[in-house]
Structure formats: structure tokens, C-alpha cells
């Protein structure tokens, strides 16, 4: 089977990409709506719609030409029934008989034919949900569940500055200029938060080359047609130049926070920002496990965004903490890992030997807890919250939720809360609510002098007689690999003589002088040498399984025979073959290592030959 | 589920307007071309129990359905009906009588043999009255139901109009759900010229999922397709009437009406390639959103070009409109048709 | 005195003016820092730093010496001690004697001899608290309130593209090139919405007349000025192309829904908006009345952004409800007035004739509750906000918190709530906190028949028996002239003998065929007549007493005498002088009248000579 | 509230650092230029009771304050101090010995006149010793104070060093809080011209609230003024000390230390202007955060040239300097003055 669309970089649901015809096409990407007719010479072409041809057959042996005259690196779309959304998929539309394998072809995804994979799907009469948030959001997550991984997206009719970066973040690839073109024709002048009447404006808020030197009223005084065609230009490059940057944010793994901003113009995206974190799955599966790039949480939807929920329902799901009796409830600090901050570093000073007694367990927003083990972990080492002092009261409940639920199950003889003012208030919620005791340290100013004693004194107390035999390190190791695979990997990881060495938190673990593991504080994960693999591939936690070869660098995802659907891009997985045996990092998540014919699915650190 | 399943689940929401049986559904006086001639017309919608096919579910577009009765009129209410409607002809000289039930009136379970001939012989009689043209589904025209028509109208002219709306059997049948074929249409033609009864064809421009572009360039070449067939061929621009599937499709910015410029280019090339034939249009609903529009600025002032035109076929009324909105419509022509299903907002 | 600064348009604290120097120079503006320069002819110069003269003395006479050579129509700038904000104010600096009558002049806040207006103060120092929201905020407020409104507001060496939204909202009027050009010889390439390194740039993402046409790769490899050149001319169009953006926000009056969008990308930035907010009074004595622009409502920031605090305290503060004894609470609808919306239709056709007897308050976020009687005014008939079903826990209890302040004050025999999903909880909450008995009537869909049955059946039990003299328009018109004049002003303006003419909701009252007063829908505010007038006139509210003149058409800030402090932007007020009496819209508020010597104070609509 | 009480404040919450009164405060050896030679020197800073000026608050960019003693110094143990001072002299051959005090040698509440003539009999008597610099304030510079000293050292050259910092005394009182004036300065020179004790000023580049331009002007002006009152001009880069009014400002983005390109065109400038006048700089601290710096880069390349420059005073050593971030640091020469107190970042 031919592919000409491989993906190079995701970014949750969106994706950078190239389209390989008869130029390379970076996805995403605007083409001019008018270059798919095919006397335009694009490299992307429509031969018309079949009530243009009359019937299928017509149809058919239009596009059969066409492709013999344009050749093999064209992509040609097939004529479709352009039926209304309302219908689609209820109607059946004529069969145009023009086989995948001759050359790139897309279709209109409602008349897709399952048994043929495309290079491309077009969203037909996606452009009629704008402005419908639910509608639209459905039709495109829709489309993209259900069609290859590695297939571009076409939404045609749709693109608006303002939106295209919400497009692009639920997975599509290729947008058109129809709308700006036609807003030209309007007199409408585009801005990156919405258009702009001609009539209304008084200067041109551009830069772009076409804009540059004039003014307002020049433009209002040309004539129709020149006028037009003037703002059609600023309107499509305002259009680009919004899809480069969205380029570059997928490029910096920084989307989210963009989306988070741009929406904000128009209640409708905001809509579909927050019904999208409700398709938590949908968006998870593309999230990668980190980011080369901090989480900025700076709304009250970084509350729902993926990275979030999952780090905590992983802490929910995956993390058991160590036997314990006493927990210490400890506010966050700027700085991260938190115990490398000033504050943190004297709560643990006032704790003295008491620390390894004590399991530490950190409140933050958006997080919600963090335990003292995971502090490494992305995103807990890895974000940046706007602070004012005041938490909202949708922060006080997830936070308390979180923090309720893991009160619940692991119950403690002793809760210290080291905490004031909003942490302490949430405290105070949660211990009324579960009817637990908490005995508070500070005096309203955690690091002052009273209440680092009154930690040190009431710890001192309660830590009387109690001893724990563990290892904070291994205790750490450990709570990572159940976070990243699983819980119960980080016993099968870290036997109990294996050994721990280099300094916090560059942790490395050996058994019998063979490394097992190396923590990468960067992105706060867990590396595995072979001999640290053949541990765990028992549990068949994150396995690739591979066809019959030896890899070398990389696994594109042909080779990939099936994936663990757990699997999320950046995810230390561990390939089995006949022939090798090897340890790497995801690029892609599981599921579209399984579904796609075409990218790197695993960049491969170590092998062994089989 | 088919289409005209779903225009039926539509069809059975919308309600039937009340009104007596004993007066037709509407009646209007106005003007249209008599063998080159402006001639005075009276419209008559006759209230009868409907339009079988709609009733069936039927055209995409068609709101008509909802101006049948409620319980089948009686013989004699359909006379009241035309009484009454022929009480509006008191003041013109000469007229031509447009008849119309929302449906078929050759279809004998619409109005009956023995009502149609009793109509048909009051027309007769009425000797202001020129021309009468009735319009039905090309299944009723036979040789049976011309004869009885033309036996009546022996000093009036008789002419049947069909809603053909396109020459092309695919859009008829998958975007306006016509039920009918192309060949039928063709077949009551021609029995129609054996009995010297002429054709008036309705064509309708841009039916549902058709782009701005595919829908002026079928009816031009419908137009090619008929122009031997027809006597006179008159065009029906898409406008949204209520509880239609077009209205469901355009409340949901899936159907724009078509462009008043579409009509012009139209009406200007099909004329040129056919200067004998009569090609007229009357914009029904022209300027607003529910129906052809071009801007706010242009649409009425174009739409009584388009009615100057109809009436005296005389294209250079057509010839020096314009408007800045036209290279707009250029635009949606060019761009229309790469939009999949989801029309241009304009 | 010479002044040769004027604002012309307020959107909350940020204003569009005009510099009047050798050229206008509209505001806000970015000026090119190095045409400071006394050699480099700009309209704006500085002829150096104190510490360059050596003493005052010295530099007053250059100073003077600078006048005389540039003539009056250049704004020269005062030698500053350019000393940190760490001390300023604290240490004296030497006076620089240059008299502000002989052309425009400004000089350094810190500075400033409070006997002398200048026409432009330089916010010095203000650079250092980039990225200290708290300290950036308290110094640009200081700033603000201690200068004349109509002195333009410099802040030197910090305009990024990302914050100049922010820093002009808080109201800047003039801001430089500086960081742009150091950034550019850092090869740090703005954007909207951060600097990339060049380095990470594989494509420009920019439309400027200076990036296009060239690649990442064209740059890079350029000699470093001419590099640094380049990216400075792209920085400095990004950053005046956002400024221009901003100008055009105010223009439409839609600058805070701007600024809650571009803040997103720095969490500093996002604390400011948070804690800009806090300081209700300085944004709100800036805030208009009404604007031209819908309030749009799409994030947790919408709650306290002044127009919606200020509409609650008036709800708070200046409304009393009509006196009936049964209450009906309704969710809001998406049109507006809500009386006009299919729902509020059907509801009001359920209660029948019993609606007179009925106070109807309608919950809504992020208003809070809106009353019937003032549901045309705005923001309540001109919000637009996210709808997805789901209300986060800080809308619950900002509007728990609005409904139970009203519950509180205004005890009523029967309370029913025709409501269901997040509106029912709310009043569930409300009525469990203040143990009130709620009666609900919907069967979970407001507007099923079941629905509005129980609610006709339920409001004809409760109304049984009960009679109301009042009449509705009256009581709205009463209700918004206490709303927009203060509490008892519609007792005042609308005695029992008015009639009420005109079909809703484009109300007039008349008293002995005298028109009082219109109700203007469009922005939901009352205006008067010369005879309405006279009846307010006595409780003082809402005056502005001018000068011994006859006004025509507009009233300058000069000519004003004395100003309610409580008028704002937009507000209807009665101006009284010797010679005259008149009825007018405020351009400014009451405050900003009394301290400038510059621009249109009211735009008279009805005068009497005297 | 003045400058000077705003550094005390700072001064009160800095502690002084503890360590054995008869230990000097530091001891290093160098190497200095003596009449064109290329010579070691040894430098010695005696921990002594403190400089007066700083303790009472003092100049804005001094942390050598946390340098004295915590209690006094006995005689005996300034003494054992210079003995242990010396030890570090071991491989040297011949060499001059810098002396300081954190505050002033002839300051006599610092060190009184027996130990100072102690110790000056024991700098006289190491034949080793070809020169004693010693640093002190002006107004310690006396008749009596230089008899003292130069009747004891007849064989060994004698120079005072003054932390003159400008010629500009409103900068030098109103951004480094130096305590005296120009004219108390300019006294000083002329007494010890008059014994033949030669004179070295330590000039001091950007001291806070001064522009990157405003600090080179000053500097260039300054030794202009004096060039013909020293022997010796030393440029200190202000650097951010610890416990300083300076170190606070750079805290809070409110300082940047120089550049090395400002030191750079000084040099070459200054030196051009006085040929026979040696003009040196030790860019202490240079490439980090708190010192003076380019960019990476280059810092550390550029501050081994003006070290080699001071030893050789060969100006050429400076001329072909080049880096990307000069083009940077041009800008900035032109910006910096435009910030109205807030420094450029870079």
C-alpha cells in the first residue's frame, strides 16, 4: 500500500506532519481552497463533485483520468456527494471506483469505505457545525477515532484565525482559505481574535506585507474588486501565520496553553475547550507521558486538562505509599522538585531523623496531592501555576476531592497538616467531611521559627517508638515505576537487594552490580537497561511485540505487530521479537503504533539480539 | 434510511393549516407573456386532498403539501372554490387562468373527472379567459385526461406545466426526491404536442446538496436538454418554505438559497442559445434570508430586473445590472463547489 | 497652562488619546526608545540622565537650553536621577527648574514636583517589576491615581508583545522599543505570545513585511548585525501590531476580554488580571456604565471583572424589589432581555394574570441574580457566556452567595423555583444554608408541559387571594432609575400621578403630558428630560456643577466646577451651572472631570438657559 | 531617609563573618607592574577594627565591611597577622606588598601608629621588598601620617592607594555614598607628591544607578581630571557583593554589573589620551552572574585580555577583541541611558 502522510511529532490530539507529493507539505497546514480544481496544477486536486458528473460511473472514469494525467504523486480527492451533515451516512452516496494503491487519494470521511485506507479524509460538512461546539467537537473526534492514525485530516470551510488552533489541537491537518477568502469579499478584516468591518476600523492592525504602508481609508477608497482581492491577501496570511505559530507550538509541545489563550475570544471555543477535557479518553491516549515543555497552569480548565487528570488518577490508581503511620501534609513551593526549595528543605530540616518515618504528602493546585515520591514526576516537577494567594473554590474542590479520596484509602494513625491559609482550609474541609483528626503545625507562617518547633516537636512525639526499615530511595523508585508502569512494577523492579546509588534524585539501581534503572530527573522518568526489561516484561506491562527483525535506532510502526494500549508517546516500552529484545521510548502511543503503516514508533536504546 | 423517508418523519411533525374547504388555498392576479403579448393571469390554488407524492413524503423542497385540506373537499366546495376565486377576475378584460392544487390537477383522486370538467367548462364559458394552464406530475398526462381537457377547451387555450425542476434523473431523484424520471416527463410532452396542448416546464434551481455552481450549470443544461420539448420554460429559484427538508437543512447552515446573479447569468446564456424558447422566472421571496438573495443592497433591485425580463424576454435588462456584491458571487461560483457539504455563509 | 495630551476614548483604565506635538501622535503608542535622543529629531527627548550633566544646575540649563533649540512643539522629558525603585521617593534628587508652561514637558514619577502638571510622567523604574505582578500592579495603580488623568503615562524598557495588552489596560498610554531591540541582538524572535530562540525556529511564524518570503535558515545564517537588525524590525512590527490591536479593542470596547485571552501564556500575567480585580475601585471609577460591546463571559476571571461586581453591588445596594409576597426564581436564557426568549415566554404564559403577583429573579452566572424589572439593563441583556451545562464550583458560589444576599433582605412569604440541573442545586444550597422552603415545579425539563402545568397550578395556590396595585413598568422603570441613579431615585423621578407610554421595553414616563423620562433598550439605560431632570436634581446625584456659561453640544473637563465622584463613563447626568441647566452623557467619570484640564467632559443632550 | 541609611540597614542584617583575629582577612600573591617590570606582589588584607565609614553604613557596593574583626585586634595580633602574611612570601624573589585594611592603613583607630611603624620596620627590613602600597582614605593622608610612613621605609618605594572611584562628586555622593570629596582627594595627592610617595586611584566603573553609558563617560572623564595627581590608575568593575546596597538592587533586576566591552574602550581610549600614565583593571568576578560579563561566550577570553593589558599596558592587546555580543553591548550604550533607572537585561 502507497502512504504519503506521515506524521513526525504529536502533541496530544495534534499532529505535525509532512505530506509527501509532488512537493513535501508540512501539516499542519492552509492550502488555497482554489488549487484543488484541477486545472490549477495543485498538488492536491478535486476533479468536482458527482452531481457535476452526473453519475458514479462518470464519476469514476474522470478521476481514473485525471490521475493519468497528473500522475502518481498527486493527491487526488474523490468526487463526492457533498450530502448535507444532517444526512450523511443515512443516504448512500454512488461508490467511485478509484483503487488507493495507484497513487494518494483522499475521500470525504462520510463516504469512506472501511476495507480502503486513504492518505486523506476529508471532514465533509464540518464547516456547517461551527459555532455548535458539542456538534462539532463530536463530528471531529468522531472522524479521527475512526480513521488511521496516519492519514491527514481535511477540514474544508471552516478555518478562521481564531479557531484553527482549536482545530489543530483535536487532530486536524489541513485547513482551506474558502472562509477567509470569502470574508474578503465581505469586507471583513481578520484579526487573530475575530474579524474586524472594514468600516469600523480607522488603521489596519497588521504587519503583513500587504498591509504594511497602508492606511485604513486607502483601502476603503479602492475599488470592489481590488479591495477584495488586497484584504483577501492580509486574511489568508493572518490565517497562516496563525497556523505557523500553532506549528511551532506543537514543535515546543506548548498547544494546550495557546488553545487555553486564543479560545478565549469566543464563548463557543471556550465551550469546546471544556467539553474536549470531558473526552478525557480521546485525549489521553495522544498525551504524551512529558513534555520537553513546562505545564503552565493558568486557568481554571488547566484543572481538567489531560496531564492533570491522569497524574491524578495514576496517584489514585497506581500509587501505593510505604507502611507508615504518621502522613505530613505539607504545602508547594515555586520551586521544583519541591524538596529542593527553600521551604521545603527546612520542613525536612525541622523533621531531622523523624523524615524517614514519615510519609510526606504535598497539597497543590492544579495537581491535588502529590506524594513525596512522585515529586519528580511530570508534570509534578514540571509546572508553573499563576499565584495570588487565593484559590478558588473549583481548586478547593478537586483538591479536596484528591485529597479525600487518598485519605481514604490509606489510612494513617497520625495526620500532621504543616500548612496555613487556603492548604489549611483544606484540610480542615477534608478532615470534617471524613471525620478525621489532623493536628496542625503552624502558627500561620510555616517556616517561621514556632512552627518548624512545633513540627519538630509534635513529629518528635508522634514518631516516638516507630521505625521503618525502607529506604526513602528505593521508596521513590519505586512509587515512580508504578506510576509510569503500573502498580506493582516497582516491587518486580526493585528487589529488595538490589542496591540504590548516585545523589538525589539521579538515582541508579543495581542488582548484583548490574544496573536495573537510571531516574532521569529532566523528565522525571525511569529509564530501563536490558537487565532492568527482562524484569518486567514478565508482567507484560508496556510491551511492543515485533516481527521478525533486528532493530536499529528505530521501529517504524509497520514492524509493529501489536502494542500495549497503555502505551503513551515518551513511554519507556520494551520490544519483543524472535530476534531481539529491546528497550526504548515511544514516539507514538500504543494504539496507533497498532493502526498506522507509516512513522517511528519506538526510537530503541538498547537491544539485544535474540 | 432513505431520503424521502426522512422528509416524511419531517412531514409528519408539521402541521396542516386550518381552513375552510370552501376556499381555494389562494388566489392572485398578475402578469405573464401570452404569444408575445403581456397578458393579465389569475393564479388559483385549489385546496384538494393533496399531492399523493407529497403526501408520501415528496420534494426536498416542497411546502405545498401543507396547503391541502384537511378532510378531502367535497365536489361542490371545489366549485365554491373556484367561484370564489374567480370573483378576483372582476376587474380585468383579457386573462390567462393559472391552476395549481399543491398538487396534480389531472390526478382524478385530487379533483375528480366529472369537478374537472365541470371547472373546465366555466373557464370555457368565461370568454375573457384566453388560456388555461393547469399543472400536474407528468403520470397523469395521458391521452385520456388531455382528450378531456381539450374536448372542453375548444376556444381556450390549454396548456399543462410540469415540474420537471431538472433534466438530470440523478439530482431529481437523490437531492429532490421528484419520483419521477426524466423519461416520463418526455413521454407527457409529447403526447401533450399530439393534442396541440403546450408545455410549460418548471425547473428548479439549486436543490439541495448541489453547489452554487452545479445548480446554475444543471439548469443551463436542462434548458439545452428541453428546449425542443417545451413550449415555455420557467424557473423556480429555492427558496426555504416551512416544514420542508430544505427548511431543516438550512436552520442548521447546511442550505443557502440560490444567488440572484446565478438566475441572470442563467436566464442571459439560455436565452441567447435559445431565443424562441420563453424563459422566465419569478423570484419568489427574492432579498430575504429564506429566499435567492444576493446583498441587501441589490437583491430587489435585481429581482424586478428578473421580473422586466420575464415578461418581455428582453435580455439587455439584464444585461447592465451589477453591484460590488457580484465578484462576491463570482467567488462562491469559484469556490462553492470545494466546500463538501457545507454551503458558503454569505 | 499648556496641555498637549487628551484622551478621547476610556475603556476601563486604558484610554486611546492624542499627543499634540509637532506631529499627533495617537495613544497608546511605541516609541522608538532610541528617538529619545535630543540629536535623533523625534517629538518626544530626552536630554539625559542627571549623573551625565554632573548637577541640576547643569542640566536644568541644557534643558532650556534644548527648548529653546527644538521650539515648543517637542516634549522634552526632565534629567532624571534615573534612581531604582528600591529608593525612589526615599532619596531626593535635584530639582530641575524647567517650567511646564513653555511647551509640553514630562518627567519622571518618582520625581514629579506635585504643584506642576506635566504633560507626561515616565513610569521610572517600572521595568524591574516585570514578572512581579503584585509590585508591577501597585506601582502602575500609584502611578495612575496620583497623576492627572489627562497626563500621559510612559513605562520605559518593558513592553513585551505579551503584556503591552496588560500594561495599557491598567492604563499606559506610551510605551518603547527597548527590550524588542535587545532582544533581537539576543535572537530572540516574538512572538503574541513569547520570545523563541531562533535557534528553535525551523520556520518564521510571521506575516511582517520583514519575515516574508525569508527562511529560519536565511536568518541563521546571516552576520550577527544584519541578523539582529532583521529580527528587530520583526520584533518592533509585532510588538506595534499588537498595540494596534489593543488600540482597536478600545475603540470597540472590548479591551478586557483581549486581555483575559493574551494573559494566559505567562502565569505573571494571569496574576496581574487576578489581582488587578481586586482592586475594585480603581477599575471601577474607570469603567463605563455601558458599553457599545456584549460582555462575554468565558473564564473564572468573568466573575470578578468589575461591570459584573459592580452590577451585583447595585443589585446589593441600590435595588428594592417591589413589595409582593410570592417569589419566583427562573434560569436565564441565551436571548436577551430574557423576557423576549422562547422559554421566559412560556413561563410567563404559565403564570397568567398571576404574573403581576409574582417577583421573578432570574439566576444566572456570572451576574449572579438578575430581577426581572432589571433585566434590560447592562451588562444583563448584553452578556454572552460559555454554555456547557456544567458550572464550576466558584460560579455555585459567587451566585449562592448573590441569591442568598437577596433572600436575606427581602423576606418573602413563598419562595418557588421553576429550575432544574446546577440552577436547582444552587437555590437547593441556598434554601438549606438559610432553612427556606423552596416550592419546585419542573419534573427536571423547565419547559416540558408537565413542567409548566405544576408551576400554573402552584402559582394559582399561592396567588390565591393576592393583590398588587403596582403596575410592571413602572416598577422596572423604578427599578432601573435606582439602579442607575441610586436607591430612592425612581420613587423620585416617577411619582404615582406618571403615565407610563410606549410598547416594552422602549418605556417613556410622562407627568401631565410631560415626558420624564426614556428607557434606551440598546443600552439599557434611562435617559431624562429636562423635567425628569429637575425632579433628580434635588437629591443631588449624578451632578456636575460647571462655570458661569451656557453649554453647546459638549461640556470640556475645564469648565467643569465640581462632579459627583459616583458618575462613571456613560452615565446620564444633570449639569448645573448659573446660566444654565442640562441634561447629559458623561464621556468621563466624576473624578476625571474635577482633575483634568483637558477633553470632553459631557456630551450635553437637553439644555436651559437660566 | 538617605542613602547612607538605607546600607546600614542592609549592613545590620549582615553578619560578619567569624574567624581568629590573628589570621588576616586574606593574603595573595599577583603580579603588578613596577616601573615597567612585570613584578610579584603580595597582597595582604589586615583584619583591623573596621573601616569607620563603613560601619557607619558607608559606600553602596562594599562588602568588604564583613571583613573586620568582630571584636578589635590587639596589637600583637595585627602583628602576628603581618608575620603570618609574609609565610606566603617563601618563593618569592623580589616583590612589592599591597596593604589593606578593608578600610584605611593610616586610619589609627584601625591600626595605631606603633604597629603600623612595627610593621613598616619589618616591610623596610625584608631587602625583598622593592614597594609598600597601601590603601587608605584621604583624609588619613596627613603631613604626619606620610612622615611616619616615609622615614621608616627609606629604601623601599612607598604609594598610597585611594578608592577616589570618580572625579564626580555628585556621583560619588549620591550613588556610591563615598564619605569626601574631590578637593579632599586632590589634597592628599599634593602631600604625598611633596614626600615623593607616589599615589594610585582605584577608579570604580558603574556604580549603581548609572547607565552603561553614563558609568564609561565617567570613567573616561575621570582619569582625564586625574591623570596628572597619580602614578596609577586601577578601574574597578563594580561587582555585587555580598550584604551590599548593590547586591539588593541586583536582587530586585535593579543593577547589572558592566560590561567588559565598557573596560575594554576605556583602556583603549584612556590609554591613547595618557600614554605614560598606567592605567590597569583586575575584572574580578568577570563572567559571572555578580561580576562584570559579556555574554558567555566571550567573558572569560576578554577579561584575560585587559589582565594581560595591565601587565603590558600594550593597547593592542585590547584592539582585536571581537565577539557577536559586542554589536549587543553598542546597543545597550545607546539604550541603557533611556531606561529611566531600570537596567537593560542582558
Redesign the interface.
Known amino acids: 500500500m502507497t502512504r504519503y502522510f506521515e506524521v513526525h511529532q504529536r502533541d496530544g490530539a495534534a499532529r505535525k506532519g509532512s505530506l509527501y507529493l509532488n512537493k513535501t507539505i508540512p501539516t499542519p497546514t492552509v492550502i488555497d481552497?482554489?488549487s484543488?480544481?484541477p486545472e490549477a496544477e495543485g498538488d492536491i486536486i478535486?476533479p468536482?463533485?458527482?452531481?457535476?458528473f452526473?453519475?458514479g460511473k462518470t464519476a469514476t472514469q474522470a478521476t481514473l483520468g485525471l490521475r493519468d494525467r497528473v500522475g502518481k504523486d498527486k493527491l487526488i480527492i474523490m468526487p463526492?456527494?457533498?450530502?448535507?451533515?444532517?444526512?450523511?451516512g443515512?443516504?448512500t452516496c454512488e461508490k467511485i471506483d478509484v483503487p488507493a494503491e495507484e497513487g494518494p487519494t483522499g475521500i470525504?470521511y462520510?463516504e469512506r469505505d472501511p476495507e480502503t485506507t486513504r492518505d486523506l479524509y476529508?471532514?465533509?460538512?464540518?464547516?456547517?457545525?461551527?459555532?455548535n461546539?458539542r456538534r462539532l467537537l463530536t463530528a471531529l473526534i468522531d472522524i479521527r477515532k475512526n480513521i488511521a492514525p496516519d492519514s491527514a485530516l481535511y477540514a474544508?470551510?471552516?478555518a478562521l484565525p481564531e479557531n484553527v488552533a482549536m482545530l489543530i489541537y483535536l487532530g486536524v491537518d489541513i485547513l482551506?482559505t474558502?472562509?477567509a477568502?470569502?470574508a474578503a469579499?465581505?469586507d471583513k478584516y481578520m484579526?487573530?481574535?475575530g474579524f474586524?468591518h472594514l468600516d469600523?476600523?480607522?488603521?489596519?492592525?497588521?504587519?503583513?506585507?500587504h498591509c504594511?504602508?497602508m492606511s485604513a481609508k486607502e483601502v476603503k477608497d479602492m475599488d470592489?474588486?481590488q479591495r477584495?482581492r488586497l484584504i483577501e491577501k492580509h486574511n489568508i496570511?493572518?490565517l497562516?501565520?496563525e497556523v505557523?505559530?500553532v506549528?511551532?507550538r506543537i514543535?515546543?509541545a506548548s498547544l494546550r496553553?495557546?488553545v487555553?489563550?486564543?479560545?478565549?475570544?469566543?464563548?463557543?471555543l471556550?465551550?469546546m475547550l471544556?467539553?474536549s477535557d470531558a473526552e478525557y479518553d480521546f485525549l489521553e491516549e495522544r498525551t504524551a507521558l512529558f513534555k520537553p515543555a513546562a505545564l503552565?497552569?493558568?486557568?481554571?480548565e488547566s484543572l481538567t486538562r489531560p496531564e492533570v487528570v491522569r497524574f491524578a488518577r495514576r496517584v489514585q490508581q497506581r500509587y501505593t505509599p510505604p507502611e507508615k503511620d504518621v502522613l505530613l501534609l505539607l504545602p508547594c513551593s515555586a520551586r521544583k522538585p519541591y524538596s529542593i526549595s527553600m521551604t521545603h528543605s527546612r520542613f525536612r530540616k525541622a523533621l531531622g531523623k523523624n523524615l524517614k518515618l514519615v510519609q510526606e504528602v504535598i497539597i497543590t493546585s492544579p495537581l491535588g496531592i502529590v506524594p513525596r515520591e512522585l515529586e519528580v514526576t511530570y508534570p509534578a516537577a514540571h509546572y508553573?501555576?499563576?499565584?495570588?494567594g487565593?484559590w478558588?473554590?473549583?481548586e478547593?474542590?478537586w483538591v479536596e476531592e484528591c485529597l479525600e479520596d487518598f485519605l481514604l484509602k490509606h489510612p494513617y494513625k497520625h495526620i500532621v497538616a504543616h500548612v496555613e491559609d487556603e492548604y489549611r482550609s483544606i484540610c480542615e474541609n477534608v478532615s470534617n467531611k471524613l471525620g478525621l483528626d489532623i493536628t496542625y503545625t503552624s502558627d500561620g507562617n510555616v517556616t517561621s521559627s514556632t512552627s518548624l518547633h512545633k513540627l519538630e516537636d509534635t513529629m518528635k512525639e508522634l514518631c516516638d517508638g516507630l521505625s521503618y526499615r525502607g529506604d526513602y530511595r528505593r521508596d521513590m523508585l519505586k512509587a515512580i515505576a508504578d506510576y509510569q508502569f503500573g502498580a506493582g512494577s516497582g516491587e518486580t523492579l526493585l528487589p529488595s537487594d538490589s542496591k540504590i546509588k548516585a545523589p538525589f534524585p539521579r538515582y541508579q539501581a543495581f542488582l548484583n552490580k548490574e544496573q536495573l534503572i537510571t531516574l532521569i530527573p529532566e523528565n522525571g522518568t525511569i529509564a530501563l537497561t536490558i537487565e532492568g526489561a527482562k524484569r518486567i516484561i514478565e508482567t507484560g506491562n508496556y510491551v511492543v511485540n515485533i516481527d521478525n527483525f533486528v532493530p536499529r535506532g528505530s521501529i517504524l510502526a509497520p514492524g509493529v505487530i501489536d502494542a500495549d494500549e497503555r502505551i503513551r508517546p515518551n513511554d519507556e516500552v520494551f520490544i519483543c521479537g524472535d530476534k531481539a529484545f529491546c528497550v526504548g521510548r515511544a514516539a507514538m502511543s500504543g494504539p496507533e503504533m497498532i493502526h498506522s503503516n507509516r512513522g517511528i514508533a519506538v526510537d530503541v536504546r538498547h537491544v539485544k539480539k535474540l | 434510511m432513505n431520503l424521502n423517508d426522512r422528509i416524511l418523519e419531517i412531514r409528519q411533525r408539521q402541521r396542516i393549516k386550518k381552513a375552510p374547504n370552501n376556499e381555494p388555498a389562494a388566489v392572485w392576479t398578475g402578469r405573464d407573456l401570452l404569444q408575445g403579448e403581456v397578458t393579465d393571469t389569475l393564479t388559483l390554488i385549489f385546496k384538494t386532498s393533496g399531492c399523493w407524492w407529497g403526501i408520501k413524503g415528496g420534494c426536498t423542497m416542497c411546502g405545498f403539501v401543507y396547503d391541502r385540506a384537511s378532510t378531502p373537499p367535497s365536489p361542490e366546495e371545489l366549485v365554491q372554490q373556484y367561484e370564489k376565486a374567480l370573483e378576483r377576475s372582476s376587474g380585468l378584460q383579457e386573462f390567462i387562468v393559472k391552476i395549481f392544487t399543491s398538487g396534480s390537477f389531472l390526478d382524478e383522486k385530487e379533483i375528480d373527472a366529472t369537478v374537472r370538467k365541470q371547472i373546465l367548462n366555466k373557464l370555457e364559458a368565461d370568454k375573457r379567459i384566453k388560456k388555461v394552464i393547469v399543472e400536474t406530475r407528468p403520470e397523469f398526462v395521458t391521452k385520456d385526461t388531455l382528450t378531456s381537457c381539450t374536448e372542453v377547451l375548444k376556444n381556450t387555450g390549454f396548456e399543462i406545466a410540469i415540474g420537471l425542476e431538472t433534466s438530470n434523473d440523478v439530482i431529481r431523484k437523490r437531492s429532490i426526491n421528484k419520483g419521477f424520471t426524466y423519461a416520463s416527463f418526455s413521454r407527457a410532452t409529447h403526447l401533450a404536442h399530439k393534442k396541440d396542448v403546450t408545455v410549460k416546464a418548471y425547473l428548479l434551481l439549486k436543490p439541495p446538496f448541489l453547489s452554487e455552481t452545479d445548480g446554475l450549470e444543471d439548469i443551463i443544461a436542462t434548458i439545452d436538454d428541453i428546449a425542443d420539448l417545451t413550449d415555455t420554460v420557467s424557473i423556480n429559484l429555492c427558496n426555504v418554505q416551512r416544514g420542508t427538508f430544505v427548511e431543516r437543512l438550512w436552520e442548521r447552515n447546511q442550505y443557502r438559497p440560490p444567488w440572484l446573479w446565478s438566475i441572470v447569468r442563467i436566464l442571459t446564456e439560455s436565452k441567447k442559445n435559445h431565443p424562441d424558447l420563453v424563459i422566465t422566472s419569478d423570484p419568489v421571496g427574492a432579498g430575504s434570508k429564506r429566499g435567492p438573495h444576493n446583498c441587501r443592497e441589490c437583491s430587489h433591485m435585481v429581482a424586478d430586473a428578473i421580473r422586466d425580463y420575464s415578461l418581455t424576454q428582453d435580455i439587455t435588462i439584464l444585461e447592465n445590472l451589477n453591484c460590488d456584491c457580484k465578484e462576491e458571487w463570482e467567488t462562491v461560483l469559484e469556490l462553492d463547489g470545494l466546500t463538501f457539504g457545507c454551503p458558503i455563509k454569505s
Open positions: 481552497t482554489s484543488l480544481k478535486y468536482g463533485n458527482q452531481w457535476h452526473g453519475n463526492s456527494c457533498t450530502y448535507s451533515p444532517m444526512i450523511t443515512e443516504v470525504a462520510s476529508v471532514a465533509d460538512g464540518i464547516g456547517c457545525h461551527e459555532g461546539p474544508p470551510n471552516i482551506d474558502t472562509r477568502t470569502i469579499f465581505e484579526t487573530p481574535v474586524i469600523r476600523l480607522t488603521e489596519l492592525p497588521c504587519c503583513c506585507a504594511s504602508g470592489k474588486k477584495a496570511a493572518t497562516e501565520t505557523a505559530l506549528r511551532q514543535r515546543s496553553e495557546y487555553e489563550g486564543r479560545c478565549r475570544h469566543d464563548p463557543a471556550v465551550a471544556r467539553l503552565l497552569a493558568t486557568t481554571s508553573d501555576t499563576t499565584v495570588t487565593y478558588d473554590a473549583e478547593h474542590r
